[in-house]
Each structure stands twice: as structure tokens, then as C-alpha cells.
């Protein structure tokens, strides 16, 4: 991949335009034994109809996750992994729509790390407490990004209108 | 453990009954070398008198640390390990009251990650910045889950007249 | 480093003397292939003008790093690794103001994971998804701290005439 030149007027292009902040709200839920997490962060996203949801943080432990390594491409995406077993959550980020773009590191019985790009099958073990930002103020959505072959996120202001 | 079918009306029990979110306020500390993270933060919240805080971002280097691993249960909690060496903290996740929830992922000399579930004895070594959110409408509680054997948290809409 | 014992008068002495928290508005941007994360967020909280800035959450992928690693201190800063190769984000937290003070998780292709203080190179590889908060009521800088070499945090509250 060519390297572009940063340009400062290019820089910020998908930030509001009003240049200002956005005002944020919280949302708090806990998830349960057996629940699958990105699913019930998506159907969660969707009930409460939230147009620019984000992590602000997650801990919890999980039982199984399928994760999508680094060196996967659009074009090459079976660099995946299937988890098993006990892990704790011990980060997780990323925005939640219109498609839930995560990443997580994970711990096992010893310690030991593992990351990735989260696809799905995170089952809860005990239990997953996660706080959901949402700026309220602004709209998420994803349009495909020919330099990277992903739908990537475009950051808008919210009208007035659809407040 | 059994796999519960997710039912959609329970899936979110927990959230505020209010449907909406709640405003957010934020705290932010420079714990100092020598200070025990995890007591000082629950020191924090209990002063500041925070009824649904949780971590927002920290960042900062600790000597030791305590940790309970991925495999532990209620009922076998002795996976423990004790860290000692300099390590970075690189993330930091969950919540802070009535009792802590903290997860954590720490680096040493050579950039290896571990990581677990907080149990204390973690010592700043040069400082930890550490940027608390309050959710204003909210009101964290636990309580014993027959399932998982834990105290977990339970999430409320803050009455009027207590705010 | 001698410990020094905990006084709780000290203990957060450098938290906003107001008592009560901050109000809290936030910022999204995208970053695109190519741009270097760190100086690309302080070109960002430069350009808004933010002073009290922290990441909330970031996702993304890089393409190389150069990190500090947790044995360095101020008089012995050579602790470093330069990373190259494809690396999901999995986790970046800290303040960014006036000085960035940001530690990052990496993982590999095979979901290994790395940490460490960011000093900056980092390329990103197709995106970079960051939501900055900014606490509207405090106002960041950063004194040199004899105890530790380095200059540290330093929380105010912003006066009134400054907002």
C-alpha cells in the first residue's frame, strides 16, 4: 500500500463539522451466562436505536470467541481463530454501528493474551458489564473505502431534524 | 453450565427501566509511585460518593500486582498469580462500585502482555492517570447470582429525589 | 524507590478541587491509511484546542510501532522496540494533553499481543477509529515530578473565565 501524504485539510474529514463536540449519553448493561456478546451488543444497539454507539469499557469473561488475526485482508480473510475455553476480557473496543467494528484481548488460566478482530461466538461465561457511549450529536455510518477494501466508518453531525 | 435460550425481553433486565441513557460525568486522578491502584480508586469513589463509576481510560506503570486468572470460579479462586517488575499498565476495564470489577492487561521489559482479573497489590511505580465515568442516572448495586456464584452487577435508574 | 506512605489528604490532591466531576463532550475521527496515529491525534487535539483530552476508545490496525518498554525511565530510555508488520489495535488508553501519555496493545497474525508506551511510528494499515473525550470543566498540564523524572499530570479545574 502507497503511502499518502498527510494533508491537514484532508486530515479530519470525517470528524462533525460544527467542530465542536458531540454531548454523550451512557448506557450500562449486563449480560449473562450463555449470551453471546456481539449479538447481544448489535440487537442491544438496535433496541434502543443508538446512531453513534461506542465502547467506553467491558469486563467480563467468556467462554469461547472466534477472532480475525492482523494479517487478514478484504480479499483474504480466513486468518481466523476459534477460542475455547475460559478467558477474562481484558480490553475491548471499537464502535457499534451500523456494523459493530471490535477488537478484544482476551487472558487465559495463565495469563497469557490473545487478540483480534472480534467475529462473533463470544459466549459469557459469568458475565460480561459493558458501557455503551452513544454521541448524540453525531451519526456513524460506513461506506466502502477502495484503499482498503472495508466498509469503513464516516462520522457525521446529526441534524437538527433527527434529533 | 447450561446454555440458556436468550430471550429477548430478559436480554437487557438489567438496564435502566427508563429506555434512555444517562448523562455522564468524568473524575480524572494522577494516583502517585508507592500508591496501591485498586484501593485508591475504591478510596476515590467512596469519597466522592460515585453511585455507578467506571473506567473510562488509565494509563501509568505499576512494581507489582496481583491478578486472578481465567479458570477461577467461585468456588476455586486459588489461580492466582503475584507480579512483581515493572510493567505498563495497557488497559484497564470495569467498574468501580459497591465493589470492584476491575480487569487489567500489563507489559514488561520485553512488551509481553499479562493479564487477569484485579485482586490488589498493585503499586504505582512512576504514576497512573486514570479518567473515572459516573453515570448521573444510575445506580450500580450487586447482587448474588445463583448462576455464576458471584456478586454481579445489578443496574438501576437513580430516583429522583436521591440525585 | 522508597515508598512513601499513603496519607489521604494527598491522595487526590490533583483531582478538580470543585469535588464534584466534569461535564464531558466528545470527538470522532477516522484516520486513513498511511497517517501515523500519535501525531495525527496531537495534530487533532491541537486543532480543536481541547485541554483535557483522553482516548476513549480506539480500533484500528497499524503497520508498524515504535514502543518504550516498562524497564525504561527517565534516565534510561533505550527500552525500545520497533514493530513492523501488520498489528490490530486492541487496546489504546491515556491523555493527550499537553503531552500525548498513551499506551497501546497490539497482536500479531497470530493473535500474540505486545504493549507499551507509544513513542510514536505508527502507520495505520487500513483505519483507525478513534473517540476522543474532553472533560469541559478540568484543564490538563504537566509538571516535572522529581520523584519520577518525568513531567506528570497535573489536573486543574478550568476557571470560569476559560471555558
Redesign the interface.
Known amino acids: ?4 501524504p ?1 494533508r ?1 485539510e ?3 474529514f ?3 463539522s460544527s ?12 449480560l ?5 456478546l456481539l449479538g ?1 451488543l448489535q ?2 444497539v438496535e ?2 436505536r443508538l446512531r ?1 454507539p ?6 467480563g ?1 467468556i467462554t469461547k470467541a472466534t ?1 480475525r ?3 487478514a485482508t478484504a480479499t483474504c480473510t480466513n ?1 481466523v ?1 476459534h477460542l475455547s ?11 457499534l454501528n451500523p456494523d459493530a ?17 472480534v467475529l462473533g461466538d463470544m ?1 459469557v ?3 460480561a ?1 459493558v ?1 455503551v ?3 448524540v450529536d ?1 451519526q ?1 455510518t460506513r461506506e466502502m ?1 477502495l ?2 477494501g ?1 466498509p ?4 457525521q453531525p446529526r441534524s437538527q431534524t433527527e434529533k
Not at 461506542?54 to 469486563?59: E, G, H, L, R, W
Open positions: 500500500m502507497q503511502k499518502e498527510i491537514s484532508l486530515l479530519f470525517s470528524q462533525s467542530g465542536g463536540g458531540s454531548g454523550l449519553q451512557v448506557h450500562v448493561v449486563r449473562h451466562p450463555g449470551q453471546e447481544s440487537a442491544f433496541e434502543k453513534a461506542f465502547i467506553i469499557t467491558c469486563v469473561s477472532l488475526m492482523a494479517n486468518e481463530i475455553g475460559r478467558h477474562e476480557i481484558v480490553s475491548l473496543v471499537g464502535t467494528h471490535l477488537h478484544v484481548s482476551l487472558s487465559d488460566s495463565e495469563g497469557r493474551t490473545v487478540g483480534g478482530h459466549e461465561f459469568t458475565t458489564e458501557v457511549g452513544e454521541a453525531l456513524f473505502d484503499n482498503t472495508f469503513e466508518l464516516v462520522v
